[in-house]
């Protein structure tokens, strides 16, 4: 019998404090077999873990940060694609999720949660017969911002009587996709004009934020992230077009830009995790991060230079934003990861450090959400202890 899965959670649960806002971990089911390790020096390498009470932290602090703002909180479940996190989201008082894919959306809708949207310009009949197959069962919206690409959602709707919601993304500086704010009465016209579609709000996502250097200038592009798209709304409004939700989000962004006045929503993903990123962005500090890996040294050829079991097939190799610098910070060394190969990860040692053969380390990632769809499952744990997995069941869903 596997003693600690439900009554050391539940006695663990009693000591809580409660409040609206907090996750409750017996939510996350355990699918934990007797079989499974009970420690993380029990786990075999490389593994990604993630710490549950530094995941709760960060849950409940962005939904208390949404409340105090007045605004909802619809998280990016693509950080996770983890349907045990979404509850943990859900349960702390999100309205809903974001994602980007369908396929993300069948996963989501399939373990029972009921309004999501796809915060991503959606384009193909495929998508929108997929989506009508969905709608059943779920709240829907879809990104737009074109109107051929309203049109391949519109049709399948239209012709099954049904009317799908979607929200015209509007660029606010990122140069990625979405209208620009000139454009955006004209675009949003002819989708509002297309049966079948009903035309739900405004989103943006300020991604440029990654690139800014210093916190000021993070801070500056929050700012406008959040006026510049309640602008696009009055605009919008103005020529007689119905505007319920302007959405704004992106992590480093998130807490100055729902602040904004007529910003209505917020959609951070990376949040929930953290990552060495955003530690160099000043978003958080190094405590805040929840997801790492847990890696082995197999080798160390020379003084300068150990190697570890996680190369890009684990850690990725997204570079560190802003700067890039390294493929992966050793937690507690300041020794990092300088190259990558599939399964190696190449350790340039710092100065007065050492690493011997065997000896396990926890390695920062430079983007969690790129980590977090690379493994089947995340390893939960509270201090050393292995308490729970947690599926990352949209895993390359990227249909
Ligand atoms: C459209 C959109 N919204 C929200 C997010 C969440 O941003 P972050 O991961 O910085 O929290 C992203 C991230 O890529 C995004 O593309």
């Not at 993304?169 to 955006?184: E, F, I, M, N, S």
């Not at 007689?240 to 602040?259: F, H, K, N, Q, Y």
């Not at 990860?345 to 977090?372: D, S, T, Y």
């Amino acid at each position: 019998m596997n003693q600690w899965k439900g009554a050391s959670w539940a006695v663990e649960e009693k000591r809580r404090p409660q409040s609206s806002c907090k996750p409750t971990r017996a939510l996350v089911a355990s699918q934990l077999s007797v079989s499974d390790p009970l420690l993380l020096d029990d786990l075999s390498t490389p593994a990604a873990v993630v710490d549950l009470d530094v995941l709760e932290r960060n849950i409940s602090r962005m939904a208390t940060r949404a409340r105090d703002a007045g605004v909802k909180l619809r998280p990016h479940a693509k950080t996770h694609k983890s349907p045990e996190i979404g509850r943990l989201q859900r349960a702390a008082g999100a309205w809903g999720l974001s994602l980007a894919k369908v396929g993300e959306a069948e996963v989501f809708v399939g373990a029972g949660f009921d309004d999501v949207f796809l915060a991503y310009p959606v384009v193909g009949e495929d998508k929108g017969r997929r989506l009508l197959a969905l709608s059943d069962r779920a709240r829907l919206a879809a990104g737009v911002d074109s109107l051929e690409g309203a049109r391949t959602l519109a049709e399948p709707f239209h012709a099954a009587g049904r009317t799908l919601e979607v929200v015209l993304k509007v660029d606010v500086g990122y140069g990625r996709v979405g209208v620009l704010p000139g454009r955006a009465v004209e675009v949003a016209r002819q989708v509002a004009e297309l049966p079948g579609l009903r035309l739900r709000g405004v989103f943006t996502h300020a991604g440029h934020g990654y690139l800014a250097e210093s916190r000021a200038g993070v801070d500056e592009i929050a700012r406008l992230e959040g006026e510049r798209l309640v602008a696009a709304a009055a605009s919008l409004r103005e020529a007689g077009l119905p505007i319920d939700e302007v959405s704004v989000g992106s992590t480093p962004t998130a807490a100055l830009a729902m602040r904004v006045k007529g910003v209505t929503e917020c959609r951070p993903g990376n949040y929930v995790f953290h990552d060495a990123s955003q530690v160099a962005l000043g978003t958080c500090a190094v405590e805040d991060c929840a997801l790492t890996i847990l890696a082995t040294v197999v080798s160390v050829p020379a003084p300068e230079r150990a190697v570890v079991d996680a190369g890009s097939k684990t850690l990725s190799s997204d570079p560190l934003r802003p700067t890039p610098g390294g493929y992966g910070q050793l937690l507690g060394r300041a020794s990092r990861i300088e190259k990558l190969s599939e399964e190696h990860g190449v350790v340039a040692v710092a100065p007065g450090e050492a690493f011997r053969v065997g000896e396990r380390v926890r390695i920062l990632p430079n983007h969690a959400c790129v980590v977090a769809n690379l493994h089947d499952r995340l390893i939960g744990v509270s201090g050393d202890k292995v308490e729970t997995i947690l599926h990352v069941a949209a895993r390359g869903r990227v249909r």
